[in-house]
């Protein structure tokens, strides 16, 4: 098909799912993972108050925050991560969402997750970024509500460093600065601050964040290291700040941690130089870095390329069309990358220019058709015609291997559920989980479109927090068609006070895409 006939083809195509009923679900599922006090607004009415003496064992105030996966632990590392993804896809399609309704939603989700990072830094050079042990939580089968295991707090700083969480860390609340900036200023410049001092911390006091928490090893081992982290931390402090410090570092660093010589077809809470490559790609801001701006470029171009199958390394896709990158949790990556196309599609067509592959140009419709092809296969359009979304359509994981969703709720059956009695009564039932964990998206097929839907199927059957937070940007995009996107120029989003946490206020928030000296 040619690019024209795809691009005039694509809407029509649009109209095959109900892309906003999927966003709203989405959504929710951060509502169900929440950990501390819950609002009164609170709409996954299964859940209780859990956590609530996390930290205080180190004379520390770490309620809140949220349970990465099926488990009850909060891994800061993959929490920060989810943040910025959410904040990412505001940032670019929070015009979107607000039309659907849901972006008040969607900011609350991430006050939620920054509200908790303030706790957890509560000096410059200190963070928290674990709460819980994962080994322990292993062993047992029980709600959040009933958590009996060894909540211990475990910190970076100085004589403990950890520069990949913290960049983390820094690249959220900055991103989260940038989404907050016009309905509550006061609250944007206290998360930028944060964001100032952990990108300071990461980058004076330099080491591996699971050499120093050594508990979070054997679930999120940093592999790549944390040169990705502090580049991306600098991206997102230049785009908040529009700071020329930022963009030098950037511009300086770029050849020595990474950012221009790997050529990555992975993205996620591990790997970030494919987000990188691509927010740097955007800022738009080259100056005498110009070359340095080519070679990133240039390997943002070759992630793209290489998800479409037209690079000169392409990514595994199932014989279905799904990217396939490992048995444990693959969709993580599906939808991380699924953003980035989205994103880079749209720049593209602003920018009047095609992606250029080893194997010939492609146009922007055709980056935003991959995208799209990625979600419709969560959706259902896939071998099985299951949904990957728990919730949506009407073939969707029935077992998820996930804690609260498969006890009773508390609500319903407040007798206490021990560890191993979790286990022998819950975990082992074949019956459907008595909770619904809406919008949730689990770990999804193996490599040949074959899944399990089994409780004791984690590999495909656990979902987590940062698969679902890239979907929420391509969602809302696709929800609203082809209403026409320049990611070079300002938008402005009106937030319903309905819809919005009284820490946030009913002003219209400007979203500037990529051209941080117009906040």
Not at 26 to 34: D, G
Not at 332 to 346: G, I, M, N, P, R
Request: proline share 5%; hydrophobic share 35%; charged share 15%.
């Amino acid at each position: 098909m040619t690019p024209l006939l795809l691009l005039l083809c694509l809407p029509l195509a649009l109209a095959g799912h109900d892309y906003g009923q999927a966003l709203s679900k989405s959504i929710l599922f951060f509502e169900a993972q929440r950990s501390g006090y819950l609002p009164h607004n609170q709409r996954v009415t299964w859940r209780a108050n859990s956590g609530l003496n996390d930290g205080k064992a180190s004379g520390a105030d770490l309620v809140g925050g949220y349970y990465d996966a099926g488990d009850n632990v909060k891994f800061g590392l993959p929490m920060a991560f989810t943040v910025t993804m959410m904040s990412w896809s505001i940032i670019e399609y929070g015009k979107q969402m607000a039309a659907s309704g849901e972006l008040g939603h969607a900011m609350n989700a991430i006050k939620w997750g920054t509200d908790y990072f303030i706790k957890a830094h509560p000096q410059p050079n200190v963070l928290y970024g674990e709460v819980g042990d994962g080994n322990t939580d292993h062993n047992c089968w029980q709600r959040p509500e009933d958590m009996t295991t060894d909540r211990r707090a475990y910190k970076i700083d100085p004589s403990n460093p950890g520069s990949d969480l913290a960049g983390e860390t820094a690249a959220a609340m900055a991103a989260a600065s940038i989404v907050f900036r016009h309905s509550d200023p006061a609250y944007s410049s206290e998360l930028l601050r944060h964001a100032y001092q952990l990108f300071d911390f990461a980058d004076k006091y330099r080491g591996k964040y699971d050499s120093s928490i050594t508990v979070a090893q054997k679930y999120y081992r940093s592999i790549s290291g944390y040169n990705d982290e502090l580049l991306w931390a600098a991206a997102w402090l230049y785009q908040a700040s529009g700071n020329q410090h930022y963009l030098d570092y950037l511009g300086k660093n770029g050849d020595s941690m990474g950012g221009t010589g790997w050529g990555m077809t992975e993205f996620g809470w591990d790997v970030k130089y494919p987000g990188v490559q691509t927010l740097f790609l955007m800022q738009g801001k080259a100056g005498h870095y110009a070359p340095v701006f080519e070679r990133y470029q240039q390997k943002a171009e070759y992630f793209m390329c290489s998800c479409l199958g037209k690079g000169s390394r392409n990514v595994q896709k199932t014989p279905g069309g799904l990217i396939f990158r490992q048995r444990w949790n693959n969709m993580q990556f599906v939808t991380s990358a699924s953003f980035l196309a989205t994103v880079y599609s749209d720049y593209l067509a602003s920018a009047g220019r095609d992606l250029k592959c080893s194997a010939g140009n492609v146009a922007p419709a055709e980056l935003l058709g991959f995208a799209k092809s990625q979600v419709d296969y969560i959706l259902g359009d896939n071998p099985r015609a299951t949904s990957y979304m728990v919730g949506y359509g009407n073939n969707y994981p029935q077992r998820v291997h996930h804690r609260a969703s498969s006890i009773v709720s508390i609500k319903v059956n407040p007798s206490f559920v021990s560890c191993r009695g979790g286990y022998a009564t819950w975990f082992s039932s074949k019956g459907s989980d008595p909770n619904l964990l809406v919008g949730a998206v689990v770990g999804g097929p193996d490599a040949y479109d074959n899944f399990g839907d089994r409780r004791d199927n984690y590999e495909q059957t656990e979902p987590a927090t940062y698969n679902n937070a890239p979907i929420l940007g391509i969602l809302a995009r696709l929800n609203a068609g082809h209403g026409g996107y320049n990611q070079l120029l300002p938008g402005i989003i009106s937030v319903s006070p309905s819809l919005l946490n009284p820490f946030t206020f009913p002003i219209s928030i400007l979203v500037c895409k990529y051209s941080p000296q117009l906040y």
